[in-house]
């Protein structure tokens, strides 16, 4: 299987500030069509997970500018330009091009 | 706006069935993955399976030999089972929907709806 590293496990952030999150997987998630098969989620505190970006690079509905996901091959990274409260939780990268999917094991994000 | 509603037993003794429904209120049914997904307290995800649009099932090979997901289409309904249940095996569990996207003859499913997640304990 596919294993996903992420980096940092925890990040402090400071609203208003930007942060990244880095995402690493052991074998390329670029397929020949030219889509990388990696999305990102957000678990809120006592929550589900929801989805935030898939395919790499596309927000989901819903989903504030603010955020955006780039990265091609085994290297992704997700960025938030300004950071809110709201935006605490773990966040997680996916791969979906083999099965099993598997998960990274996640980054923390605290005000 | 589709809304996921799970249900289903949450202590369980080693050995039992572990049984679990997940209801699909608001959107259609039909052209899903119907997904599900489980996280160990404290712990991150594991993706145990889907059943596909075209009416396949694709497991964990992890969990293959134990897990079983079937789809009721005229209740809107799909279940999991994970029989021989051990202490491993508690998590909370969440019914996902994924919207398949297909080029080139590959398709993948991204995970938008979640359900609301349900504590599975296995204890003696």
């Known amino acids: 299987e596919i294993v996903m590293t992420q980096s940092p496990l925890s990040l402090p952030a400071t609203p208003g500030e930007p942060a990244s999150i880095s995402c690493r997987s052991g074998?390329?998630?670029?397929?020949?069509?030219?889509?990388?098969?990696l999305d990102w989620y957000l678990q809120k505190p006592g929550q589900s997970p929801q989805l935030l970006i898939y395919?790499?690079?596309h927000r989901a509905s819903g989903v504030p500018d603010r955020f955006s996901g780039s990265g091609s091959g085994t290297v992704f990274t997700l960025k938030i330009s300004r950071v809110e409260a709201e935006d605490v939780g773990i966040y997680y990268c996916?791969?979906?091009?083999?099965?099993?999917?598997?998960f990274g094991g996640g980054t923390k994000v605290e005000i | 706006q589709v809304h996921l509603q799970q249900w289903g037993a949450g202590l369980l003794k080693p050995s039992e069935t572990l049984s679990l429904t997940c209801a699909v209120y608001?959107?259609?049914?039909?052209?899903?993955?119907w997904t599900w997904i489980r996280q160990p307290p404290g712990k991150g995800l594991e993706w145990i399976g889907d059943?596909?649009?075209?009416?396949?099932?694709t497991y964990n090979p992890s969990l293959k030999s134990r897990v079983t997901i079937s789809v009721d289409k005229s209740k809107n309904q799909f279940s999991l089972k994970l029989k021989s249940v051990t202490a491993a095996d508690t998590a909370i569990y969440y019914c996902?929907?994924?919207?398949?996207?297909?080029?080139?003859?590959?398709?993948?499913?991204?995970?938008?709806?979640w359900g609301q997640g349900t504590l599975v304990t296995v204890s003696s």
């Open positions: 996902a929907r994924g919207t398949p996207f297909c080029i080139d003859g590959y398709c993948y499913d991204w995970f938008d709806s």
């Open positions: 996916m791969q979906a091009l083999q099965t099993p999917v598997t």
């Open positions: 059943f596909g649009h075209g009416g396949s099932t």
């Open positions: 608001g959107g259609s049914f039909s052209g899903y993955y």
């Open positions: 395919l790499g690079s």
């Open positions: 074998q390329s998630l670029l397929h020949r069509n030219g889509y990388n098969y």
